[in-house]
Nanobody
Framework: QVQLVESGGGLVQAGGSLRLSCAASGRTFSNYQMGWFRQVPGKEREFVAAISRSGGNTYYADSVKGRFTISRDNAKNTVFLQMNSLKAEATAVYYC????????????????????WGKGTLVTVSS
């Protein structure tokens, strides 16, 4: 079992920045692919970014490439999402995800079967 706790959400003006954190506990953090998803009420949860177990590979949704950066600190059992140049359409609840898949580049395409989820943190971008 892995427990994931997100933090860092809040209200920010368009063009601003936020840094989300996700603290993991319960199992060996470095065994897990990690990622961020987001969801707007009434819409499906969508992939934002993912990072491999070692941190050597990262993946992004086209909508955030060049503006968001995912990173992880395996010594501190934490994954981060740095969000720059935020747009109003980034307003959503952001969820941290952990998965035991051995394939860093594909697990996040099947959000319905992700192993563990956090409870989410709300990001609101005002225009």
């Amino acid at each position: 079992q892995v427990q994931l706790v997100e933090s860092g959400g809040g209200l920010v003006q368009a063009g601003g920045s936020l840094r989300l954190s996700c603290a993991a506990s319960g199992r060996t953090f470095s065994n897990y692919q990690m990622g961020w998803f987001r969801q707007v009420p009434g819409k499906e949860r969508e992939f934002v970014a993912a990072i491999s177990r070692s941190g050597g590979n990262t993946y992004y949704a086209d909508s955030v490439k060049g503006r968001f950066t995912i990173s992880r600190d395996n010594a501190k059992n934490t994954v981060f999402l740095q969000m720059n140049s935020l747009k109003a359409e980034a307003t959503a609840v952001y969820y941290c995800a952990a998965d035991l898949s051995p394939f860093s580049g594909t697990w996040y395409t099947r959000s319905g079967s992700v192993d563990y989820w956090g409870k989410g943190t709300l990001v609101t971008v005002s225009s």
